[in-house]
């Protein structure tokens, strides 16, 4: 009850009030565990208060929510927990937690990854220009990005980041965000692909990084996008580990010639 900031229990049958019990304050909504479903558990309650007052430590011009966990199974109703939440939560509802836990999985397996810009292993990586548009297949490991140094992006061009994180490991996601675009970052679980679409409306150079710690060198996992002007004539070029990119044409020029003189 809001005003008298109180839990009233009464019974169904001939509506007779069998406990009451107070809350603190003001409660806005009531979690009965399983509530709404044709069985409910019945032995535990959350109470979700609108106000605290007097309960918490003040921490500025806003109190935080109070929020009471009660054992209901017995003739008398019990105060087991009081805790603090953010926003009182309207109609929240509680389930078990293997319902959660028994149905959730640690890892995509990178095999199984049927994104059509996936990159499988460092190898696979490359940035390939069609028209407008550039596709950066890069891959995230522990601890860097492959390619870390791209170069030949232009003005008004429309890249996507196509980010394949090749951790096999439990709760290793890597993260992408990108200085000056307009939009948030990914955070990539391990084995899958993320995109990330960035449109350069300046020249120049522009960090990109992981965005999730994930190991004592996560610092090494950033790389710089270089964005020329619209009516540049800088070739697609990237590398990983260097300071400057090899020229994307050069290197396959020289790829073919060594394979001639072998």
Known sequence: ???????????????????????????????????PTKKPYGKYMVAYNKITKDRYLPVGPELPQS?????????????????????????AEAIPADKISANTIKIYKIEDNQHPYVSKGEGQTKVVRKGKEVHIQMTAIRSHLTPDNI??????????????????????????????ANNAEILIMPGETQTLLFKPDRPGMFPFYCTDFCS????EMQGYLRVSPANSTVPIAFSTGTNKPADETKSDSAAQTTSKAR
């Open 1 to 35: 009850m809001f005003v008298s900031s109180e839990i009233v229990r009464w019974t169904v049958k001939d509506l007779k009030v069998t406990d009451r019990v107070p809350t603190y304050y003001s409660i806005g909504h009531l979690s009965v565990m399983g509530g």
């Open 67 to 91: 929020a009471q966990l009660y054992d209901i199974s017995g003739e008398k109703m019990k105060l087991l927990l009081d805790f603090p939440t953010v926003g009182e939560p309207h109609y």
């Open 151 to 180: 170069e030949g992006i232009k003005v008004g061009d429309e890249v996507y980041f196509h980010v394949t994180n090749l951790e096999q490991d439990w709760d290793v996601p890597h993260g992408l965000a990108i200085k000056g």
């Open 216 to 219: 004592a060198l996560h610092q």
